[in-house]
């Protein structure tokens, strides 16, 4: 399956849940896709792949893809696009900013460490438990 087409992704998982919901077994799905970017923000693709290695790939852009297919089908249009971008980036931008005034790693504040064992899980597993019965805390 095309993993940079959510429709044919979609359709495929919609399928195999189906199946299994059936009593049918377990399906197994090969996916090809292709990771435009690199591994982390710290990494240069560029050390171990030619710059335009991406244009190779059939179909480029899954968001655009399906942007492109909504489009030509008359569920979507740009306006409505640059809206709803524009209301993602004002909400993100809104959650920074709220981020930024409780605190950040430079200045904290910082929890106290044995947070780790409080605040992480809702039912502290065994090993935790011992972890956290070793440390005294």
């Avoid at 240069?44 to 710059?51: C, E, F, I, T």
Wanted: charged content about 30%; overall charge negative.
């Amino acid at each position: 399956v095309d993993g940079n087409d959510f429709l044919a992704l979609y359709s495929v998982t919609k399928w195999a849940r189906d199946r299994g919901a059936a009593g049918l077994g377990a399906t197994h799905i090969e996916v090809y896709t292709y990771r435009a970017g690199g591994h982390s923000s710290s990494d240069d693709p560029s050390a171990y792949r030619p710059n335009d290695e991406f244009k190779c790939w059939p179909g480029g852009d899954p968001i655009e893809r399906l942007k492109s297919y909504l489009i030509k089908s008359g569920m979507w249009d740009e306006k409505r696009d640059a809206a709803l971008a524009q209301k993602i980036d004002d909400e993100v931008m809104t959650s920074y900013k709220a981020a930024c005034e409780f605190g950040d790693l430079a200045s904290g504040p910082y929890p106290p460490a044995s947070t780790i064992f409080t605040e992480v899980y809702e039912t502290v597993p065994w090993h935790v438990q011992e972890q956290r019965e070793e440390l005294g805390k």
